[in-house]
């Protein structure tokens, strides 16, 4: 059973209520094999990604972010707030991994942001789980179960870099074997165009028409002198 620390951070209220809201959950795994260049590597492009996404004043009037840290336990670093509100991300990596704990905090957040949105009137756009790790985490079963019939129902994605030693039976159990990216050098911690990426897919649907969920963005990912690869993880689907 995980511990859930919720330390001192207050929940926001949205702003801007009258434009429709996206909700960005980012889960990461600060357990020991996350020490050095991967934890830094995790708080350089969280920031660097909110800071993007901040430029684009349209963006930036419509996510809000909260984000998750967990080793043996999970942590709520940032309660839910705008993204303008978001305070530079220091995380430091030690201790186990429990990820199935940390995606049952993210998911529980993510659903109740959706009913605080939801009794505010306010338009919801497809909100985003973004799990960063490189390690087992136990049984995913039931929580991998819940997300898929949440993604089904259309009331989030879960998006996934998969860092050097990562499960690969887990990853699949929990995505299908869609929407993850690896890392192309095994032995580098660049996080830098995943969070790109992301920046630009959350800019695009934060700020798309009404009813518009499903927008089609150009990457470079997998690409020749590309930093990340779209993992086939077709043989760990059925284990």
Same mark, same amino acid.
């Given at each position: 059973?995980? +511990?859930? +620390?919720? $330390?001192?951070?207050? !929940?926001?209220?949205?702003?801007?209520? +009258?434009?429709?809201?996206?909700?960005?959950?980012?889960?990461?795994?600060?357990? $020991?094999?996350?020490?050095?260049?991967?934890?830094?590597?995790?708080?350089?492009?969280?920031?660097?990604?909110?800071?993007?996404?901040?430029?684009?004043?349209?963006?930036?009037?419509?996510?809000?972010?909260?984000?998750?840290?967990?080793?043996?336990?999970?942590?709520?670093?940032?309660?839910?707030?705008?993204?303008?509100?978001?305070?530079?991300?220091? &995380?430091?990596?030690? /201790?186990?991994?429990?990820?199935?704990?940390?995606?049952?905090?993210?998911?529980?957040?993510?659903?109740?942001?959706?009913?605080?949105?939801?009794?505010?009137?306010? !338009?919801?756009?497809?909100?985003?789980?973004?799990?960063?790790?490189?390690?087992?985490? /136990?049984?995913?079963?039931?929580?991998?179960?819940?997300?898929?019939?949440?993604?089904?129902?259309?009331?989030?994605?879960?998006?996934? &870099?998969?860092?050097?030693?990562?499960?690969?039976?887990?990853?699949?159990?929990?995505?299908?074997?869609?929407?993850?990216?690896? &890392?192309?050098?095994? +032995?580098?911690?660049?996080?830098?165009?995943?969070?790109?990426?992301?920046?630009?897919?959350?800019?695009?649907?934060?700020?798309?028409?009404? $009813?518009?969920?499903?927008?089609?963005?150009?990457?470079?990912?997998?690409?020749? /002198?590309?930093?990340?690869?779209?993992?086939?993880?077709?043989?760990?689907?059925?284990?």
């Amino acid at each position: 059973m995980a +511990n859930y +620390n919720f $330390g001192d951070h207050e !929940e926001l209220a949205p702003k801007n209520i +009258n434009k429709p809201h996206m909700a960005i959950l980012i889960d990461v795994d600060r357990s $020991g094999s996350m020490s050095g260049p991967a934890i830094e590597s995790a708080n350089r492009s969280i920031n660097r990604f909110a800071a993007d996404i901040c430029k684009d004043p349209k963006a930036a009037a419509s996510v809000d972010v909260a984000v998750v840290s967990f080793n043996e336990n999970a942590q709520v670093e940032q309660n839910w707030r705008p993204i303008t509100e978001m305070k530079p991300v220091e &995380l430091v990596a030690n /201790g186990g991994t429990n990820l199935a704990g940390a995606l049952n905090m993210g998911v529980k957040m993510l659903r109740e942001r959706a009913n605080l949105y939801a009794d505010a009137g306010i !338009e919801v756009k497809m909100p985003y789980l973004i799990l960063i790790t490189d390690g087992y985490g /136990g049984d995913v079963t039931e929580i991998a179960e819940v997300i898929k019939k949440r993604t089904d129902d259309r009331k989030m994605k879960l998006w996934v &870099l998969a860092v050097k030693g990562y499960d690969k039976a887990t990853v699949a159990k929990l995505t299908d074997g869609k929407r993850v990216f690896e &890392l192309v050098d095994e +032995n580098g911690f660049d996080f830098s165009e995943f969070f790109d990426f992301m920046a630009v897919s959350v800019k695009a649907v934060s700020t798309s028409a009404p $009813g518009q969920d499903t927008v089609s963005v150009k990457h470079n990912i997998g690409r020749d /002198g590309s930093t990340c690869r779209v993992p086939d993880l077709d043989a760990w689907l059925n284990d």
